[in-house]
């Protein structure tokens, strides 16, 4: 039988055992082509039904809001950081940032490089431990988007709700949360997210965007940073990562199976219920890091009495077959990562684990 962990990586993270399974079976010969679908032409015919399967299946998940596009693009979510200033800061204007912890930071670092930004709203002062409340965001003059991350991944929080906008185009990094609820993308300009946590393997970078705003660029830019080059190429320009994007499919295929959106969300619920409640339930045992309002259903952050006790959780765990279970390097601690892909079985194991610890510890 195949051993498979209690993967609880950050990402590149667990993906579907069903769509692993699947992926190898048609490995070799990939709809009797006489080859796998990485040593095809991206211009052939199975090639280009693969690609454009995976944009129509993303849009139905989502109920198909009129006027939105779905790119894949390379780079990582990183390198959208840099394309959005490029192609939507204009003279004169303010790129706005909601400023939430590691990952809006590294967005508004970039921007910077671009253009004048402004911060909206912002938790630094509590250390990116609660939330902002967007309901009083305070925009520049002359804003040309607001960007917001709907989850932080290394602090472990979540937004429950986003704001209202109005004609100011909202954009958003989605890339630890992205397909692990439902939500209105047309309330958005544009979403994007590296896929390596809830989509598929790393390699690829999904961008859903309204047509009207990326189908033209400013004319300086190079043409592989510019959103109409791709747009107008069906992300085909230049050679797409082929194998990434056959696995997305097959693992948007997985979600329709589970019940869309609505039911990952569900099981998502269910998961983050049953840690969250151990570590409240541990009697200051664990930790929890974030405001309970805030925290995140995809990234559990928690810490344990001293940074010695949480050495000896993380070295216990992972001879007890729990993988990544270490907080990112920047902030320590510990996270449990619990994308789409996670079992409910591998979010009990942890607890009855953290139980133990507890009692041999405690
Ligand atoms: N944004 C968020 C919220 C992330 O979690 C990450 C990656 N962990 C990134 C952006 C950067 O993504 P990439 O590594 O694909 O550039």
């Not at 970078?205 to 043409?223: F, Q």
């Not at 541990?282 to 009495?305: I, K, W």
Request: with cysteine; hydrophobic share 35%.
């Amino acid at each position: 039988m195949t051993k498979r962990s209690y993967n609880f990586n950050a990402g590149p993270a667990a993906l579907p055992l069903e769509v692993l399974e699947k992926a190898q079976s048609e490995f070799v010969d990939f709809r009797e082509s006489g080859m796998s679908i990485m040593e095809m032409s991206h211009r052939g015919a199975i090639y280009e039904s693969v690609h454009n399967e995976a944009q129509e299946r993303l849009l139905s998940l989502l109920g198909n809001p009129s006027g939105y596009k779905v790119l894949f693009l390379q780079g990582g979510a990183s390198t959208q950081f840099a394309m959005i200033p490029m192609n939507f800061l204009g003279e004169g204007q303010q790129a706005n940032y909601v400023k939430t912890g590691s990952w809006a930071n590294k967005a508004i670092k970039e921007a910077q490089l671009i253009g004048k930004t402004h911060v909206a709203a912002s938790s630094e002062s509590d250390k990116y431990m609660k939330l902002p409340e967007l309901s009083s965001l305070q925009l520049s003059e002359q804003p040309a988007y607001l960007h917001v991350t709907s989850n932080e991944t290394i602090e472990g929080t979540q937004f429950k709700e986003f704001p209202d906008t109005g004609s100011i185009p909202l954009i958003c990094d989605m890339s630890s949360d992205i397909l692990s609820r439902p939500f209105d993308l047309s309330q958005f300009a544009m979403v994007y997210a590296g896929a390596q946590k809830n989509l598929g393997p790393s390699g690829v970078t999904v961008v859903l965007a309204r047509e009207d705003m990326i189908s033209s660029s400013p004319k300086h830019l190079p043409t592989m940073l510019r959103y109409d080059t791709h747009v107008g190429n069906n992300s085909l320009y230049n050679t797409p990562p082929s194998f990434g994007i056959y696995m997305i499919n097959e693992v948007l295929k997985w979600i329709e199976a589970r019940g869309g959106l609505e039911g990952v969300q569900e099981l998502n619920r269910k998961k983050a219920e049953l840690i969250y409640n151990e570590i409240d339930n541990s009697e200051g045992f664990y930790q929890g890091c974030v405001d309970p309002a805030s925290r995140s259903h995809m990234n559990v952050t928690f810490r344990l009495g001293s940074e010695e006790l949480e050495k000896a959780f993380a070295k216990a765990s992972e001879q007890e077959g729990f993988i990544g279970l270490k907080g990112h390097r920047s902030v320590g601690g510990l996270r449990a990562s619990i994308y789409n892909a996670v079992p409910y079985e591998s979010c009990e194991a942890l607890v009855n684990f953290m139980k133990q610890f507890q009692e041999q510890h405690a």
